[in-house]
């Protein structure tokens, strides 16, 4: 990244390590809520380098800075996993929004793309972690909260239909609202990221996001060496520590180089729709301008980027 778009983006909490900003935190909060939001940092702070705790904000690290952390992370993944990694910082495209939408129509509920979502951003194996929620659901409700996640049967099932569920990229996002370390923002070409290494565990923003869309690393991932991808971005897949939150991040080490993300190639129907909405030639702007779209839970004005249709 230049030193100039860099400067580009807001800077916050300058000069201010992760240590500082807990005592903050600590403040505002109060002694025993702040205690009950941090606990997970008990359980890994032995684990954290001093480099590591002490590293500042990603809008605040200067090319140099962010070089030699990139070069750290990339030597933890060879120390702890044996896997050669290459991380890079992806940086939105000018004049890119990105949208997502899902054909429910043609979603035949066989979970390949939670699967290819797993894969890609080196989710925890033991716990089958993945950004995507396929809910089944009785057709003629969108009743979210009557949708089920683990069923065992042969799909498409009768009277049936699924919905898959993952971060809605909410232009007002509740969950950038509520982090009271701005671990997590909105960049330019819509997409909501987190900084992992500036995240303090608290789950505000998991508590906050009424998609159900976020996940909290409770232990270290488990990945077996040659299953780990090894091509990583820094806002995106590489290897979350234990303690943080992460998210769907439209698969940004691979859109913003002009790839489709994981779980839209895995599709076996073609029910996913990406690009870029100001591309008036691209397929998700013909979908959104001539299909009868809607976001989930409207009436919460949280403005999600990922709709959803059904073929009429």
């Not at 230049?2 to 800077?11: A, F, G």
């Not at 950004?131 to 009743?143: F, P, Q, T, W």
């Not at 099932?157 to 370390?181: G, H, I, R, S, T």
């Not at 091509?231 to 520590?241: A, D, E, M, T, V």
Request: overall charge negative; hydrophobic content about 35%.
């Amino acid at each position: 990244m230049s030193e100039e778009s860099k400067h580009s983006l807001p800077v916050i909490n300058n000069g201010m390590s992760r240590r500082t900003l807990l005592k903050g935190v600590g403040a505002t909060l109060g002694a025993s809520s702040f205690a009950i939001a941090i606990a997970p940092i008990a359980q890994w702070a032995k684990d954290t380098s001093v480099d590591e705790f002490l590293q500042q904000h990603y809008k605040e690290l200067s090319s140099s800075d962010l070089d030699q952390v990139i070069t750290r992370l990339e030597q933890d993944a060879k120390d702890k996993y044996g896997a050669d990694v290459t991380i890079r910082d992806h940086q939105p495209l000018p004049d890119v929004q990105f949208a997502y939408a899902l054909n429910l129509s043609i979603c035949i509920g066989c979970r390949r793309c939670a699967e290819a979502c797993h894969q890609e951003n080196n989710h925890d194996r033991a716990t089958s972690n993945s950004y995507i929620r396929v809910l089944e659901m009785d057709k003629g409700s969108l009743n979210l909260e009557h949708g089920k996640v683990n069923y065992d049967h042969p799909v498409p099932a009768d009277d049936k239909f699924y919905m898959p569920v993952q971060c809605q990229q909410c232009e007002n996002a509740p969950c950038v609202n509520v982090c009271p370390v701005e671990a997590t923002w909105q960049e330019e070409d819509g997409i909501v990221v987190v900084d992992y290494n500036w995240c303090i565990g608290c789950r505000y923003c998991e508590a906050a996001c009424p998609y159900h869309a976020r996940r909290f690393n409770w232990k270290k991932p488990e990945i077996p060496k040659q299953e780990i991808n090894p091509k990583q971005g820094y806002l995106s897949n590489r290897i979350r520590p234990q303690g943080v939150v992460e998210k769907c991040h439209f698969c940004l080490h691979r859109t913003r180089q002009g790839q489709l993300p994981a779980c839209l190639e895995a599709c076996p129907t073609g029910a996913r729709v990406f690009g870029n909405v100001l591309d008036p030639d691209s397929e998700i702007r013909w979908v959104l301008e001539n299909k009868r779209v809607f976001v989930l839970k409207e009436e919460l004005g949280t403005k999600p980027r990922f709709f959803y249709f059904f073929d009429e």
